[in-house]
């Protein structure tokens, strides 16, 4: 998979791990996931898709912190994460928000294996251990766009390995080093002005 790591996201890791704000950081990076994933929802969709996204993305949150504490780097802890959800979408037919093709989904899930399968995760059950234990809300799928998927933000040929991208543009394999001057203020949902 392809992903952008960027001072935000170095912020977000800080934040999500210093207790006191790691509430106020989890709530705002729920919230971001939902807003960006919504967006590329189909019309009419995306209300009802509100309530399993957000706690779907919380669960994922407890999966990138367990991920960093068996010491994955903030992109491969990130990149787990994005495939869980690439996994659930897959489960709904939602393959207009899917990030990754559908004929990729088991490369990913193959590079992530030994994670994955310690915690029950699978392609049908993307949280797997993560899972609330009151689960989470049920929303409308659509199987019938998996007979002809059709992934207008997925980007394929990335399945061999973790991709990312810099603030430069530049596409690299692996993430960087976390910077020594990272602000938490930074991370979503932890300045006033929200999360732009």
Do not use: C
């Amino acid at each position: 998979m392809k992903i952008r790591q960027n001072p935000r996201h170095w912020a977000a890791k800080k934040a999500l791990s210093t207790p006191g704000v790691s509430t106020v950081a989890n709530y705002g990076l729920v919230k971001m996931h939902t807003r960006i994933f919504l967006g590329k929802a189909e019309e009419g969709r995306k209300e009802e898709r509100r309530a399993h996204l957000d706690a779907f993305f919380g669960a994922t949150m407890d999966t990138y912190l367990r991920a960093l504490e068996e010491d994955y780097d903030e992109a491969s802890a990130r990149e787990i994460t994005h495939i869980q959800g690439n996994f659930d979408f897959f489960n709904h037919g939602w393959t207009e928000m899917m990030e990754i093709p559908a004929d990729e989904l088991e490369d990913h899930y193959e590079r992530y294996a030994n994670f994955f399968e310690r915690y029950d995760i699978t392609i049908d059950d993307p949280l797997g251990a993560f899972s609330p234990p009151d689960g989470i809300p049920g929303a409308p799928a659509t199987l019938e766009k998996l007979d002809d998927p059709e992934h207008p933000h997925a980007e394929g040929g990335f399945a061999d390995d973790l991709y990312v991208e810099d603030d430069h543009g530049e596409v690299g394999v692996g993430g960087g080093e976390e910077p020594e001057d990272v602000d938490l203020r930074d991370a979503p949902g932890m300045r006033e002005e929200g999360d732009a």
